[in-house]
Every structure is written in C-alpha cells, then in structure tokens.
C-alpha cells in the first residue's frame, strides 16, 4: 500500500517533467529550423536583389526596405513660350501626383538655362542658371541641358538624395515611388539608343579599357532617378562628352538629335554607372497604346488620325495633337478629343492637357 501511494504521488510530478521536457525539445528543434529557413531566406533574397541592374528591376526590392526615399523633381527649361507650357502643364501635374499614396516625389526646381529670370518664377520654384557661351552649342540647345545641372548641383540646397532628372514634355500620370530605392540609377530604356551598333564612334569616348560598349546603357538622362551625390560626378563628364561629340563631324552626323542622350550613357558608363531598366517607368504615345501601370507621358511624338480613328503616322492627319503645333504659344483650352478608336494613351494626354489649361490661371497670356 504505501509503494502504490508512493506511485501514485510521484506520477503527475513525473508528467509535468516530461512535458516540460518535451517542449523544451520542440522548441529548440522549432528555433533550429526557423533560423536555417531565414539562414535560406537571406541567401535567396541576396541573390535576387544582385541581379544584372542593367537587364530588369530586381524582384521585390521593395520587400526589403520600407524607408520612403524622396527625390527632387529637376525640370531643365528655357524661356521659350514652347518650353513655358509644357513646363505649366508638367508643374501642374507635378502637384497632383505629390502628395498621394504611393508618390516619394519632394521638392521641385525649374533649371531655367537662359540666363535671366522669365514671367513664371512666382509659379513654378526656379533656379536661373547661366547657358553655354554664345556659338558653343552650335545651334543644338539641348547641350545646355548638362552645364545647367552642373551649376544647379554646384549651387542649389537639395534636400532630398534622389533626385529625377526630368523635362518640361512629361506629364506624371500617377504617383511616382523612388524606383532607384536600392542604390542603382533608374532610367528609362529606349529603342533608339543603341550603343552596341555604333562601335567605331563610342570608342572615340568609351576606349577600350573600359570594358565593352554593352556596358554602356541604352539611356538619356532623362527620366533618370539617381543620387545626388553620383549625379554630381557624372555631371561634369556628362557636360564634357557633350561637347566634344558635338565637335566631332561623324558623331554630330550619327547621333543628331540624340547626341546628348548618348554623352550621358557614355558618362554614366565611364563612372562605371549601370542603370536598373524601366520599361513602364514612361510611355510614348503614339506608339504606346495604354497608361497602365505607367507613370510618365513623354508627348514627344506627334499623333495623327483620321476620322474613322487610324493612325497616319507621317501625315498630318484629319485630328492631330502635336506639340510642335505651338512653337510660338500655348496650345488652347479645351483641345478636340481625338475620334472613337484612337489609343487609350492619346486620349488620356489629351484629357491631361484639357485639365491642367483648363485650372492653370491666366493660360493664354504667353
């Protein structure tokens, strides 16, 4: 009787053991595992975000970091009316986008590179900055665009570390998210710059040593979302670049148009600077059909249709919208929509047009 007693008042006290015992096990096997799967975790996550920077944008990147990074909007004009509207309409649309969910968008500064101030420095933040000597840019006045960032770097207070790279034919159709957030330029891929197949020219500026020209991004510098602190660098070459293609006959002949695009890939590349590629980080109407999932109109292609709604790309058409139409002022208030069966994206920019004149005082007074 008493060993039976005995029993019985040692068993719970034995079941208590054994359980403690038991989750003690469980848990540590539990820690054991949980520690290996976020050992696996980083490992995997480490090698998404390496990924060629010049080929996508890293798979969840944004998983990784929550920290809201702003950058300065940098707008590069001149004081032509045909800068000024399209700088009121880009500032305009600036100002709806900032503020709203999803927007990492901070301060705003117009870089007027013509050398005095203009009627719309009480709309539009401004910094004047000086253009290049007179003759230098050999008629091609985009050439300006690289000293007037220069000086605007050397001279302005820029809050923010990022900043966008921008011009006066953007209008922002959503919020715009820092998509440069893991230490990479952003920048936006086009068809027309083609590095690879201008070999013998960009070895006159991109020599050998360097690596090969596919090192070099199919890139403007605009739009680019970059740290202040790289642009800074890369400016001045940029700059440089730009001139001495410009000095170049069989460069000037090449690039044309688009010769400042290229001393920006070019400086880019010999600072050793690879861009992470957006595709929707803009659009281009005519040939980009819808907005979705875009941020930036670029309204620098005209766009032509007939009334039955068909595109007569070349020819001007029965119902146009085309930014060179208003070289000398702004386009009117209430502009025609285009006919039924033109692309989501030309009604969109029109619609966008029609708000931003129809809100912005004083419109027809350039």
């Not at 595709?279 to 109109?297: G, H, N, V």
């Amino acid at each position: 009787m008493i060993e039976r007693k005995t029993m019985s008042r040692a068993s719970p006290l034995l079941l208590v053991l054994l359980a403690c015992g038991f989750c003690f096990v469980t848990y540590s096997l539990l820690a054991m595992k949980m520690h290996n799967r976020a050992a696996e975790w980083a490992y995997d996550a480490e090698a998404i975000v390496v990924p060629d920077p010049i080929i996508e944008m890293p798979r969840n990147v944004k998983m990784l970091s929550n920290a809201r990074l702003p950058f300065h909007v940098a707008l590069t004009a001149t004081d032509a009316p045909y800068s000024k509207w399209q700088s009121r309409i880009m500032y305009y649309w600036y100002k709806q986008q900032k503020d709203l969910p999803g927007s990492e968008m901070g301060g705003f500064t117009r870089i007027l590179h013509s050398g005095s101030p203009d009627n719309l420095m009480d709309e539009i933040p401004t910094m004047v900055v000086d253009p290049l000597p007179a003759g230098l840019d050999r008629g091609y006045i985009v050439l300006n665009r690289p000293w007037a960032f220069v000086q605007w770097l050397e001279r302005a207070k820029i809050v923010e570390e990022y900043i966008l790279m921008a011009e006066p034919d953007h209008i922002f159709i959503r919020p715009l998210p820092n998509l440069a957030n893991t230490g990479y330029p952003a920048a936006f891929p086009f068809f027309y710059i083609k590095p690879d197949q201008n070999d013998k020219i960009i070895r006159k500026f991109y020599p050998s040593e360097k690596g090969p020209v596919n090192k070099i991004d199919p890139i403007g510098n605009s739009p680019v979302i970059i740290k202040k602190d790289l642009l800074k660098k890369i400016a001045p070459t940029w700059m440089n670049v730009s001139l001495k293609m410009k000095e170049d006959p069989e460069t000037d002949k090449a690039f044309g148009w688009v010769l400042e695009m290229y001393a920006y890939a070019v400086a880019s590349a010999l600072h050793g600077v690879q861009h992470i590629l957006h595709k929707d980080f803009m659009l281009q109407p005519p040939w980009d059909l819808e907005t979705k999932d875009k941020f930036i109109i670029h309204y620098t292609y005209g766009c032509d249709y007939n009334m039955k709604g068909e595109l007569t790309y070349g020819k001007i058409g029965e119902w146009r919208f085309d930014k060179r139409s208003h070289l000398s002022g702004p386009p009117p208030r209430n502009l025609q929509l285009p006919p039924r069966g033109v692309p989501e994206s030309v009604v969109t920019l029109v619609k966008m047009v029609n708000q931003a004149t129809a809100n912005i005082p004083n419109w027809n007074t350039e």
